[in-house]
């Protein structure tokens, strides 16, 4: 059974930075096609934020370039989001998904709260 964990939430001043990581058990990284990290505000619709492709190929939204990095290690089956000068439009549950062959695969999300 597939799963995905995320960690590394939490609150944070404005400018400040967090690292969010995505663990992924129950397939190996040869079976994920491409990992997204996207997000939700307090109601607001769900957005995309990053992706990384198995090829290593990256896209962001406009809102996060060059504030964001999506990167990846394979041998620990885990993507990671590191969110530099952080806004507090930025606050949000963020979540980690995978595509498997064809089905999507989310994880519980982890809550950034940027404020002072």
């Known amino acids: 059974q597939v799963q995905l964990g995320e960690s590394g939430g939490g609150l944070v001043q404005p400018g400040g930075s967090l690292r969010l990581s995505c663990a992924a058990s129950?397939?190996?990284?040869?079976?994920?096609?491409?990992w997204k990290w996207y997000r939700q505000a307090p109601g607001k619709q769900r957005e995309l934020v990053a992706s990384i492709t198995r090829g290593d190929s990256t896209n962001y939204a406009d809102a996060v370039k060059d504030r964001f990095i999506i990167s990846r290690d394979n041998a620990k089956n885990t993507v990671y989001l590191q969110m530099n000068s952080l806004k507090p439009e930025d606050t949000a549950t963020y979540y980690c998904?995978?595509?498997?062959?064809?089905?999507?695969?989310w994880g519980k999300g982890t809550l950034v709260t940027v404020s002072s």
């Open positions: 998904n995978i595509l498997r062959g064809a089905t999507n695969y």
């Open positions: 129950g397939t190996s990284f040869f079976g994920i096609y491409v």
